[in-house]
Structure formats: C-alpha cells, structure tokens
C-alpha cells in the first residue's frame, strides 16, 4: 500500500471511534476521551486519546501513537495490515492489488468466490435446517437445548441427505473450478486419473460454520445424526472441511470472530475442545470462549490467541485424548509464556453437558476454581506414578521436567521445581536443582539422587513387623491407616502403606511390593539395634512411636502451611477474595494446631 493510502486513512479515521471498538472511553474534555489502558493493567484510567490531532497517550505506561500504532500494539499485526483494519472499518475501499502474472490474477479470483460460495453454503444449509426433511436435526438440536436464538447467532444448519442437489444449485452461481477447490464437494478418481463427477462431501449432517476473524465463513464441521450407514458400517460422528486456500485447520480457533472483544474485556480465553462445547458456554453467558478444530492446538493459533490475551483457561474433555491435549497445549503455551490454568469438570463431563445438567453457576464455579497448570501436571504426575516408591518419584520428576523446561523465566522454573519437589515428597530436591536440570536441557533425573529415610520412618518400618499383638505395632497400625497423608510424601511410603495395612507375614521382606522397597527394609532390620530386655525394649518403643508419629504428623502440617501460602498468594494476586478467606481460615488453623504441638 503506499503512503498516500495510508494518509488518506489516517486523515478520514475518527481515532475515537477505532480505539472505542476495543476499549469503553468517556469524554474528558472537549476534545480528550479517557479510558482504562490496553497495555498495562490498572484501576483507574490513565489512558487518553486526542480526537483532534489523532493520538493516544497513557500516563501509566507511557505508550502513544496514532490510530495505526494502537491497532498495530493491540493486535500485534504488521503496519500495512494495520492499514488494512482501520481502512475496512471505516468503509474505505482498498486500493486495488496489482498482479505480476495472469496465474496471480486468477488465484485472486477463486479466493475471492471461495469466500462468496462458503456463504452461499452456509445460506443453503440454513434453509435446509427449516426444510420437513430436516425433522430430526431439529429434534437433535432442541435435545441438546439448542434454542433458536443460539442457530441463528452461529448459523447452524443441515446438510441433506443428497448428493447432487447442492451442487446443482451452486453450479449457477460458481464455475467447476471453485466447486472443486472449495472443499465442499468430493470426487472419485477416474481410471485416467483425473476427478469424476462431483457429490456432496457433507450429508445428513447437522452442520456449523467455521469462521475468520473477520466473521466469513471459511469451513464447515458437520455432526452425523447416524452412527452406522445403510450397510451397517460405522459413520465418524464429526466430519470437517479439507484444507483449502481459505482453511487450514492449526490456523483458525472456532468463534474469535464473536469473542475476541470479550476476551480484551474479560482479560483471559476459555479455551474448549469442541464447537458443541463452545456454543454452549458462549450462550450461557460466558462469552470469552473459543475452541480449537478436536484436541488440535498449534503454534499458530496461539500466536493468534496472543494479540487478544496472555491468560488462557483449558478446559478439554477428560478422556485420555483430552488429557493429551491438555498436556500438549499447556506445554505450548507457557512456552509463549502464556498464564495457563485448567478445569476438569466433576464426573468427567464435558462443559456442554455440564451445563445441561448442573447449570451455567456450578460452571463458573469450577472456572474460579481452576488450576495452575503446574499443580494440574503434579496432581497428573501423583496419577500416573505413585509416588511412594523411589522409582515412582523419579518418574513423576521426570515427566514434569520438560515442562519445567519449557518455562521462559528462571523464577518461574525454580518455582515450580520446589512446589513438585514438596508435594511429591522428596526431599533430595532444593530449591534450584530441577530447574538447574530444566535450563542445563536435562533430559532425565536418575534415581540414585533419592536420599535415605529418616530416623522416624526406620523407627515405624521396625514395629510394623513386630508380632501383631504387640502394642508398639498396634498402635503404629492404628494411626498410620487411619492418617495415610501423614507418610504419603516419605521415601518409605510405599513400605509403610504395605505393612500398615496387612498383617505381618512369617518373612517381613515379601511384604515390600518391589525391590527397592525390599532393600530399604531389609537394610532397615539390618541396622536395627538388638534389646537389652523384651519388657523395657516394649516400652521404650511405644514411646519412640509415639514420638515418630507425632513428628509425621507436625511435618505434614508445615508442608500444607507452605501450600496454603503459595495458593493463598495466587488468590491475592487474582483478587480471589472468595478463595482467600477459605484458605487463610485453612492456614489459621493449622497454625494454632502447630503452636500447640
């Protein structure tokens, strides 16, 4: 574009109207508006723009510009797409591109009707939607409670049940070529190898439209209201739209186009897996939702996701593909260092059905209550591998690492490496060790760093092979099954747990469920010291007993205060106030309970 277009821009732009588009501004003056500042977070606003010489100042944080530097910053695109925004906003025509080529001149042409006969698709899945023939896709749709108002704001439709009909229609408005590239309609391969004649690509299919940013649609996702064809062969529940000049799949988030001013305001993404998710989330007031294609999240889309917001909340279905997805996103994203928190929904739903069926307050709720990714990926790791035993430990270490290692900060990595190394309980960990690890591009963390049990936990490993009848072992028995956390985090956990809750076998070493567990013990009776007499040795270890187990449970108390005062932090910081008195009642508590020990 050249520089007189851009002027002519500048000079017809209302910069007030522009800036307003994405911010709310009060007049301050006869000329000055004011408003809360894009660019940094604040309370009250500091933000000015200048209606008659077309600028905009912060006094905060001291950006300024013109109408092309505050859409360039805000959106993070380049100046002549900034050019491109401003002058479509304001309904100034584009100059015209100029072509180096015919072939140039003929692509630009099919993108342009690409775009024209996906509306003319849309138009003609609605009406098909209100056709006799489309019955059961509106019963379909009203069972999942999708009310009128929702298929008009997201133009849902039916694909019928026809192959030739669309695309005779469409014929009279679009040549073979557009047809062909538009993703819309298939074709079987000729014994010449070239294309035969064309049919519908989507039938008896509830069908949603795939927006741009710019709100045109550019792609189709279709629900099959069958599971099995006439034959009795299975039909994929979702069908999508190939890759096309105007598509491609890691490059679009489902309904940006709607939420994107929302998630400026709100200040955070809800990011869902499916279109079905979203609509329902976005409908029931929570608009700053979006959804990726499946559980696909690339780099594209999240440099997308970027020019809008750097806080995201995932919330993907929790089934072992969701789960993957979730992992993979959060590794994406806090690479970009994005704020990442995530949602899984009681009983395993989606937010779709969660919403149907506990409404749209609980669903709120559970966003409030979201999770740091890096406790959803320790809570992961405590899942995955029980942490009780030193193989355990490492395994659960070494599948945080690489997320460790993707954080951007030092802080953030010697952060996360402390909290993971107190919640899986082990000890050998300080405060630098795993994000030392993560910014040396470790690969893995071995398992001889584990650190020998203490002096208590060999006291307990001791009486719990003991006789049962005796009381030392009694009441180790009594209060180990009856308070697991106190041990839970103990290198020995695995082995106390085992003992704890069975009786004790003729050989105590074929009670250690594996063979770290089996060296542990029997070096622990190896060390054991030899009694002087049976009746003093049963009191001295009642006493040793008690002592351990009080200890146990004074340390589990300080590892909770330490959580309660990070989640106590992150509630402060988020102006949680909520969440805040719940957990300082928490810490409150376990303070006295820790002064009267």
């Known amino acids: 574009?050249?520089?007189?277009?851009?002027?002519?821009?500048?000079?017809?732009?209302?910069?007030?109207?522009?800036?307003?588009?994405?911010?709310?501004?009060?007049?301050?003056?006869?000329?000055?508006?004011?408003?809360?500042?894009?660019?940094?977070?604040?309370?009250?606003?500091?933000?000015?723009?200048?209606?008659?010489?077309?600028?905009f100042y912060c006094f905060g944080c001291h950006e300024k510009g013109d109408v092309f530097t505050f859409v360039m910053k805000?959106?993070?695109?380049?100046?002549?797409?900034?050019?491109?925004?401003?002058?479509?906003?304001?309904?100034?025509?584009?100059?015209k591109r100029e072509f180096n080529s015919p072939d140039e001149v003929r692509e630009a042409g099919i993108r342009?009707?690409?775009?024209?006969?996906?509306?003319?698709?849309?138009?003609?899945?609605?009406?098909?939607?209100?056709?006799?023939?489309?019955?059961r896709a509106r019963e379909y749709l009203t069972g999942r409670g999708v009310t009128a108002e929702t298929i008009a704001k997201f133009r849902i439709g039916y694909a019928p049940d026809d192959f030739n009909h669309m695309r005779e229609q469409l014929a009279k408005h679009f040549p073979d070529e557009v047809?062909?590239?538009?993703?819309?309609?298939?074709?079987?391969?000729?014994?010449?190898?070239?294309?035969?004649?064309?049919?519908?690509?989507?039938?008896?299919?509830?069908?949603?439209p795939i927006a741009n940013e710019q709100g045109k649609t550019i792609a189709f996702t279709a629900r099959a209201l069958d599971a099995e064809d006439e034959k009795g062969r299975p039909i994929a529940k979702y069908l999508n739209s190939p890759e096309t000049a105007l598509y491609s799949k890691g490059q679009v988030l489902f309904n940006l186009d709607k939420a994107k001013a929302d998630i400026r305001a709100l200040g955070f993404a809800l990011l869902v897996e499916g279109q079905m998710d979203c609509i329902s989330v976005y409908m029931a007031g929570i608009k700053g939702v979006?959804?990726?294609?499946?559980?696909?999240?690339?780099?594209?889309?999240?440099?997308?996701?970027?020019?809008?917001t750097k806080r995201v909340i995932v919330n993907f279905d929790p089934d072992t593909a969701g789960t993957a997805a979730t992992e993979k996103s959060i590794a994406l994203l806090t690479?970009?260092?994005?704020?990442?928190?995530?949602?899984?929904?009681?009983?395993?739903?989606?937010?779709?059905?969660?919403?149907?069926?506990?409404?749209?307050?609980?669903?709120?709720?559970?966003?409030?209550?979201?999770?740091?990714?890096?406790?959803?990926l320790i809570d992961r790791a405590r899942e995955q591998f029980p942490t009780r035993t030193p193989e355990g430990k490492v395994k659960a270490m070494n599948f945080l690492l690489p997320h460790i290692r993707r954080m951007p900060s030092v802080r953030q990595r010697e952060e996360f490496a402390v909290d993971a190394a107190q919640k899986l309980g082990i000890s050998f960990v300080h405060s630098k060790e795993l994000s030392d690890a993560a910014s040396k591009k470790v690969e893995s963390v071995s398992a001889?760093?584990?650190?020998?049990?203490?002096?208590?936990?060999?006291?307990?490993?001791?009486?719990l092979v003991l006789p049962e009848n005796d009381p030392a072992r009694i009441l180790a028995v009594e209060q180990l099954t009856q308070h697991p956390e106190w041990y839970d985090s103990l290198s020995s956990a695995a082995l106390l747990e085992s003992l704890a809750n069975?009786?004790?076998?003729?050989?105590?070493?074929?009670?250690?469920?594996?063979?770290?567990?089996?060296?542990?013990?029997?070096?622990?009776?190896?060390?054991?010291?030899?009694?002087?007499?049976?009746?003093?040795?049963?009191?001295?270890?009642?006493?040793?007993?008690?002592?351990?187990?009080?200890?146990?449970?004074?340390?589990?108390?300080?590892?909770?205060?330490?959580?309660?005062?990070?989640?106590?932090?992150?509630?402060?910081?988020?102006?949680?106030?909520?969440?805040?008195?719940?957990?300082?009642?928490?810490?409150?508590q376990i303070d006295r309970k820790l002064r009267e020990q």
């Not at 775009?115 to 023939?133: G, S």
């Not at 009681?346 to 999770?371: C, H, N, S, T, W």
Request: net charge negative; hydrophobic share 35%.
């Open 112 to 135: 342009r009707q690409l775009t024209d006969i996906h509306e003319a698709a849309t138009q003609y899945f609605e009406a098909a939607l209100k056709a006799p023939e489309a019955a």
């Open 448 to 463: 001889h760093r584990l650190e020998p049990i203490d002096r208590n936990e060999e006291i307990l490993l001791r009486v």
């Open 179 to 208: 047809l062909r590239a538009s993703g819309l309609f298939s074709a079987k391969e000729q014994n010449d190898g070239s294309q035969g004649q064309l049919y519908a690509r989507f039938r008896k299919r509830i069908t949603f």
């Open 335 to 376: 690479e970009e260092d994005f704020e990442v928190k995530i949602v899984t929904l009681e009983g395993g739903l989606d937010p779709d059905r969660f919403i149907r069926e506990q409404g749209v307050q609980q669903y709120m709720a559970a966003l409030r209550d979201a999770k740091r990714h890096s406790d959803y």
């Open 502 to 588: 069975a009786p004790a076998p003729p050989n105590p070493l074929d009670a250690a469920p594996d063979e770290p567990s089996r060296i542990l013990l029997a070096r622990t009776l190896q060390n054991a010291e030899n009694p002087d007499s049976a009746s003093t040795n049963a009191q001295s270890m009642t006493e040793l007993v008690e002592n351990a187990l009080e200890t146990l449970k004074c340390r589990q108390l300080e590892r909770r205060q330490r959580e309660l005062r990070t989640l106590i932090a992150e509630a402060d910081r988020h102006g949680d106030h909520e969440m805040l008195t719940k957990l300082t009642a928490e810490k409150l």
């Open 74 to 95: 805000l959106e993070n695109i380049s100046f002549p797409e900034a050019i491109r925004v401003v002058a479509t906003k304001c309904g100034i025509p584009l100059p």
């Open 290 to 308: 979006l959804a990726t294609s499946g559980t696909a999240f690339t780099e594209m889309q999240i440099r997308l996701l970027s020019r809008f």
């Open 1 to 55: 574009m050249s520089d007189n277009f851009a002027q002519t821009v500048k000079q017809q732009a209302d910069i007030v109207r522009i800036i307003g588009d994405y911010i709310k501004l009060r007049k301050s003056g006869a000329q000055n508006y004011t408003g809360l500042c894009p660019f940094h977070k604040e309370k009250t606003g500091s933000f000015s723009v200048n209606a008659t010489h077309n600028y």
